[in-house]
């Protein structure tokens, strides 16, 4: 098994910027893609971005592409999603979650383990 912890969420004005993290522990030896997704209230859980095992391979929604950035650092076991340009339809809650596939899917069925969340609010 695999365990996630997120960090980083908080309170931010509109236009600023958050870094969450997110720290695997237990079997990290495997490979394992990465994934951000986030969830509003009266809505359902949508893909915000994943990042492949070795770190090449990126994909992002349309809805923050060019203000979101995914990466990871496998000798720290971590993951990132640095969000600028902060928008308060950005406001959620954010998931980190793993897959065993090394190349991240956008579909939240697809990964096996996931973090607990993390509260990212946007005020306008």
């Known amino acids: 098994h695999v365990q996630l912890v997120e960090s980083g969420g908080g309170l931010v004005q509109a236009g600023g910027s958050l870094r969450l993290s997110c720290a695997a522990s237990?079997?990290?030896?495997?490979?394992?893609?990465m994934g951000w997704f986030r969830q509003a209230p009266g809505k359902e859980r949508e893909f915000v971005a994943t990042?492949?095992?070795?770190?090449?391979?990126?994909v992002y929604a349309d809805s923050v592409k060019g203000r979101f950035t995914i990466s990871r650092d496998n000798a720290k076991y971590t993951a990132y999603l640095q969000m600028n340009s902060l928008k308060p339809e950005d406001t959620a809650v954010y998931y980190c979650?793993?897959?065993?596939?090394?190349?991240?899917?956008?579909?939240?069925?697809?990964?096996?383990?996931w973090g607990q969340g993390t509260q990212v609010t946007v005020s306008s």
């Open positions: 990042i492949s095992y070795g770190g090449l391979s990126t």
């Open positions: 979650a793993a897959t065993k596939l090394m190349v991240g899917p956008t579909t939240a069925r697809q990964y096996e383990y």
């Open positions: 237990g079997r990290t030896s495997s490979t394992y893609a």
